[in-house]
């Protein structure tokens, strides 16, 4: 009975911590962006940036590239996540391989872009 009690607080905690971390993920993303702009903005604003600078600040990275990076933070999430589920215990691992097919989807895209002359 104390196990299962002391097992169930432990996936509790596991679950709080968890949507904690995303959110907290996500507002400092948020908060990235936000000084980015503003950064750039005063940049302008104090004629420190010529065109050339300018336009590689504002233009997207190629195609190729966003999927490695994505391919690369996708697998390493899924294998993380995989990982700590695992000790958590149950089948809850599975859903690791989500992110990890995601990210390998990203890498297969990335190769097929590379390779293009």
């Keep these: 009975m ?6 169930n607080i432990f996936r ?3 679950l709080v911590g968890g949507t904690l971390l995303l959110a907290i993920t996500i507002l ?7 000084e980015k702009q503003r950064t750039l903005q005063k940049m302008l604003e104090h004629g420190s940036l010529n065109q050339e600078q300018l336009q590689r600040l504002i233009t997207p990275l190629p195609q190729h590239e ?16 995989g990982i700590i589920l695992f000790l958590i215990g149950g089948k ?12 390998i ?10 390779s293009k002359p």
């Excluded at 400092?28 to 936000?34: E, H, L, T």
């Excluded at 391919?71 to 993380?80: A, K, N, Q």
């Excluded at 989807?105 to 590379?114: G, N, Y």
């Design 105 to 114: 989807v990203s890498l297969i895209l990335w190769w097929f872009h590379a």
């Design 12 to 14: 509790f905690t596991a």
């Design 66 to 81: 966003v999927d490695l990076r994505r391919g690369i933070l996708f697998t390493v999430l899924g294998i993380t996540l």
């Design 28 to 34: 400092v993303a948020g908060n990235v962006k936000k």
């Design 92 to 103: 809850g691992w599975m859903l690791a391989m989500i992110p990890i097919a995601a990210g």
């Design 2 to 7: 104390d196990e299962l009690i002391v097992e």
